[in-house]
């Protein structure tokens, strides 16, 4: 049973009244570009319209949002074969592995070593978010904390220390597991540990289109998956993971980290930050179908895509570009376009595209790794 989200955003240059600063690099892409034409009645509140300052991530090709965008322009494939742990005799040997990841600088040593990777990865990012929004250092003590929160979506939680701690309990006996077993591999301890390291306790729960001053949202994802619905391109990993193609036979695992730092205008404004883009507002559902399979006709899809639509404040006829969840599974892929052509009419004039080609599926952080493009 699939549970589905959407969003819509708007560019900087779209933005009334005008940012104090400008962007730091051309916008690219968000889940609904849009054109200026006639809409809907939207937000004009300062106090209640929500604008993205900061991104941070942890990828396949780093934890420079820069070179993250450059490398997936350039069509670069993220995805290699598994060198992490022995995969030699699973179906699937490959997938988008984090290598060379360093928290050096975000992550004082001692926890450096004993804390699980999906944590590490939470951490890091969200630091190098607000550094992007020009948060970071001093200016971190400016904010008011109270007013401040976090916010994290994943799948699951650090699986290393589970799997650690399982084979301890086996092995050596319960005196041998780890006290941090269950702290580590709950879902909420990502947004838990990033809120103690920046003092942020402001609620962790909340409207987003009620949002005052900073919040934090991070997704995030270090976890496995049923080999059934992997792809078994073992011999040619790096266009494994092919959205739409004919060829297609299942989805790529990968692994990361996104944050996105969220804040009112006013409070944007104030500050002079750097504005990327206007979050214009969501939907989220659930397809009450079935465990993985979406289905045939969309409706969980495009149902949500109208209720982003809808909370948003913009039509159909504007939105230009998507960036499809498309997993590259021979189901789920058709049944998302069948989803797109219901809501969107004339889907001539749209570009449409999947990050997931490039560097897997992140499951819980799927979204979070691509929203940083917003820049």
Excluded at 274 to 296: F, K, Q, W
């Amino acid at each position: 049973m699939q549970a589905l989200q959407s969003s819509s955003l708007l560019r900087p240059s779209q933005l009334t009244p005008a940012a104090k600063r400008p962007t730091k690099k051309p916008s690219f892409v968000a889940a609904a570009s849009v054109r200026p034409v006639s809409t809907p009645k939207r937000e004009t509140d300062p106090k209640k319209r929500v604008v993205i300052t900061g991104t941070g991530l942890v990828s396949v090709f780093g934890n420079d949002v820069d070179a993250y965008y450059d490398r997936l322009l350039a069509g670069e494939s993220g995805i290699t074969t598994i060198d992490r742990f022995d995969a030699s005799k699973f179906p699937t040997r490959f997938g988008g592995q984090i290598r060379g990841f360093s928290a050096e600088g975000y992550i004082d040593g001692k926890n450096d070593r004993r804390l699980d990777d999906c944590l590490r990865y939470c951490i890091v990012a969200g630091k190098k978010a607000l550094e992007d929004a020009d948060l970071g250092g001093d200016s971190l003590g400016k904010i008011d904390k109270e007013r401040a929160g976090v916010l994290v979506g994943t799948g699951m939680g650090g699986l290393t220390v589970f799997s650690d701690g399982v084979q301890a309990l086996i092995e050596r006996g319960y005196r041998k597991i780890t006290p941090f077993f269950i702290p580590y591999a709950i879902t909420n301890m990502g947004s838990a540990l990033l809120a103690i390291e920046l003092g942020f306790y402001g609620t962790k729960l909340f409207n987003i289109n009620r949002l005052c001053y900073l919040q934090l949202l991070l997704l995030c994802c270090c976890q496995s998956h049923p080999s059934r619905a992997l792809s078994q391109r073992n011999d040619a990993p790096q266009i494994a993971s092919r959205p739409w193609d004919k060829d297609r036979d299942g989805f790529v695992m990968g692994e990361g980290a996104g944050v996105l730092v969220m804040e009112s205008l006013e409070h944007a404004m104030k500050r002079g930050a750097p504005i990327i883009a206007e979050y214009l507002g969501g939907a989220v559902n659930c397809d009450a179908y079935h465990m993985t399979d979406p289905r045939a006709d969309g409706l969980g899809v495009s149902s949500c895509i109208e209720g982003s639509l809808e909370d948003a404040g913009v039509s159909p006829e504007e939105v230009n570009y998507i960036n499809a969840h498309a997993t590259s599974t021979p189901v789920g892929d058709l049944a998302e376009v069948n989803a797109i052509k219901k809501v969107f009419k004339n889907t001539s004039e749209i570009k449409m595209n999947s990050t997931k080609s490039m560097i897997g599926h992140c499951l819980g952080a799927a979204a979070g790794v691509w929203k940083p493009l917003l820049q």
